[in-house]
């Protein structure tokens, strides 16, 4: 079974940094692509970034393209969202999520999130 738990989040100011972290049980890590996601008090659960399987490849959203960076350890069968220059609007509830091979689906299991919270 899948499991997923995020960590890293926290009230920060704008500018201030955060480096979230997810942990994966599992012994395959390492063939699932991984990503995060956000969802903002009112709006839609948003990607912000994925991770391919060997890492080699990485998807950025456009809203946060050159202020977050997505890494994984499959040897520690972790996934990191390092964001920088935080603002307000990426006030939200981060969750990081797995796509297992051998599904439709492109995610199939998700965390509970961690809150990040940024002031103005």
């Known amino acids: 079974q899948v499991q997923l738990v995020e960590s890293g989040g926290g009230l920060v100011q704008t500018g201030g940094s955060l480096r979230l972290s997810c942990a994966a049980s599992g012994r395959t890590f390492s063939t699932w692509m991984m990503g995060w996601f956000r969802q903002a008090p009112g709006k839609e659960r948003e990607i912000v970034a994925s991770i391919s399987r060997s890492g080699g490849s990485t998807y950025i959203a456009d809203s946060v393209k050159g202020r977050f960076t997505i890494s994984r350890d499959n040897a520690k069968n972790m996934v990191f969202l390092q964001m920088i220059n935080l603002t307000p609007e990426d006030t939200a509830i981060y969750s990081c999520?797995?796509?297992?091979?051998?599904?439709?689906?492109?995610?199939?299991?998700w965390g509970q999130g961690t809150q990040v919270t940024v002031s103005s």
């Open positions: 999520a797995a796509g297992v091979p051998g599904t439709d689906n492109t995610y199939d299991y």
